[in-house]
């Protein structure tokens, strides 16, 4: 078929048709959070002390950070489903807020007090938890990159993971009892380093175009 | 490459988008010109099949360019995007560098008619899509008389041609 043939039928079928980026954006956010939430509500509920723990900074450390994961990775994630979209540097700061906090609580804990907080009592539940959590919005994320347009596939692909386990972690944080920041370091960060990789690795069979 | 240009095709594309055909194919024309320059210098005779997978990944993923940015970038990533795929298909590997889009001349399509990937991706398609795609592209006619040679409605005729472009594009990603 010759070039210009080719674009004759480009232009025939120039039509609007179907729900624009913006839109579909909008929906992938709307239904990953959805179902999050659904998997949340089947599985768990919010603590019991939820009320007293809110005035706790280690809580709110915690939550702060989940949220903080989410809202970064969620407009990257955007960017990063057009052509030639870039990334920037805005990773690096979660990562640094993060150290940050455990570094303070490392040192205004007593030397044998920080072990037993970094493994808290439900450290293998948190894993799990917000890694299945975080499977439906990845699932949808990958979904909405398969009818954008990433070029940079693996990268789409984790940011993809690093927003889905944002959301789970914003979860999991209203049930989990375990609130030192050593703990939200090391075991949240694995589920929500997990599914980044995870989506990592699907995005480039998955979403190709 | 020319702030003149760049202007001139974003305003072309964003008439596209709301639905001027004239203004599309013009669009798609001088990218096509533009491309098929950097490309030729670069991987030589394959250049052509770049380019036609890109102005198809440009037409589906056309909702992708925010109106606000510049649309040449968004041109060039695409074309990027489409000759790496491309050559991984193939088990090689090629880079190009945006810097390599700036400063080339248009070049028209060569005289010289080959069976281009696009091509053989079009036999691929079922009966009906395929009659349809090629109807219009191939035969240059337009939707209507397609319908009417045919004995289609247009609004099946439409579809038959939406849904035979994507499958030629989903061919290609799968490859």
Redesign the interface.
């Given at each position: 078929?010759?070039?210009?043939?080719?674009?004759?039928?480009?232009?025939?079928?120039?039509?609007?048709?179907g729900p624009?980026?913006g839109a579909r954006w909008a929906l992938a956010l709307g239904l990953g959070i959805a179902l999050a939430l659904t998997v949340f509500a089947a599985l768990l509920s919010p603590r019991a002390d939820l009320g007293a723990a809110m005035g706790q900074w280690r809580f709110g450390f915690k939550m702060g950070m989940a949220l903080l994961v989410a809202l970064t990775a969620l407009p990257l994630l955007r960017a990063l489903?057009?052509?030639?979209g870039r990334a920037g540097r805005a990773l690096w700061l979660v990562a640094l807020a993060l150290m940050a906090g455990a570094l303070a609580e490392g040192l205004t804990l007593p030397p044998e007090a920080r072990f037993p907080a970094l493994m808290g009592q439900h450290n293998w539940a948190c894993l799990a938890l917000v890694t299945l959590i975080g499977l439906a919005p990845l699932a949808v994320f990958l979904g909405f990159l398969r009818r954008?347009?990433p070029?940079d596939l693996p990268r789409a692909g984790a940011l993809a993971g690093l927003a889905s386990g944002g959301i789970a972690a914003t979860l999991y944080a209203l049930h989990c009892t375990d609130d030192s920041p050593l703990f939200v370091a090391v075991w949240y960060n694995a589920a929500v380093l997990g599914l980044a990789a995870l989506g990592a690795l699907l995005a480039p069979r998955l979403a190709?175009? | 490459m020319s702030d003149g240009l760049e202007e001139s095709l974003s305003h072309s594309l964003r008439a596209?988008?709301?639905?001027?055909?004239?203004a599309?194919?013009d669009f798609?024309?001088r990218v096509?010109g533009r491309l098929r320059g950097t490309l030729w210098r670069k991987i030589g005779t394959e250049a052509?099949d770049i380019?036609?997978e890109t102005?198809?990944?440009i037409?589906?993923?056309r909702?992708?360019?925010?109106a606000g940015q510049p649309v040449l970038?968004?041109v060039?990533?695409?074309a990027?995007?489409k000759m790496i795929?491309a050559f991984r298909r193939k088990g090689r590997r090629v880079e190009l560098d945006i810097g390599d889009f700036i400063e080339t001349l248009p070049q028209p399509?060569a005289e010289t008619?080959s069976d281009?990937e696009?091509?053989r991706a079009?036999g691929l398609l079922g009966p009906g899509q395929k009659a349809v795609?090629a109807s219009?592209?191939?035969e240059?006619r337009?939707?209507s008389e397609t319908a009417s040679v045919l004995g289609m409605t247009e609004t099946a005729v439409?579809v038959a041609?939406?849904r035979g472009?994507a499958a030629i594009?989903r061919h290609f990603?799968?490859g």
């Open positions: 078929m010759e070039t210009r043939s080719l674009i004759k039928a480009l232009a025939e079928d120039a039509a609007p048709r624009g980026f489903s057009r052509p030639g954008a347009a070029t190709r175009w | 596209a988008i709301a639905g001027d055909q004239r599309y194919a798609l024309e096509a052509e380019v036609q102005l198809l990944a037409h589906l993923k909702d992708t360019w925010d970038p968004w060039h990533a695409i990027r995007y795929d399509e008619v281009r696009i091509g079009l795609v219009i592209s191939v240059g337009t939707i439409r041609l939406h472009l594009s990603a799968r």
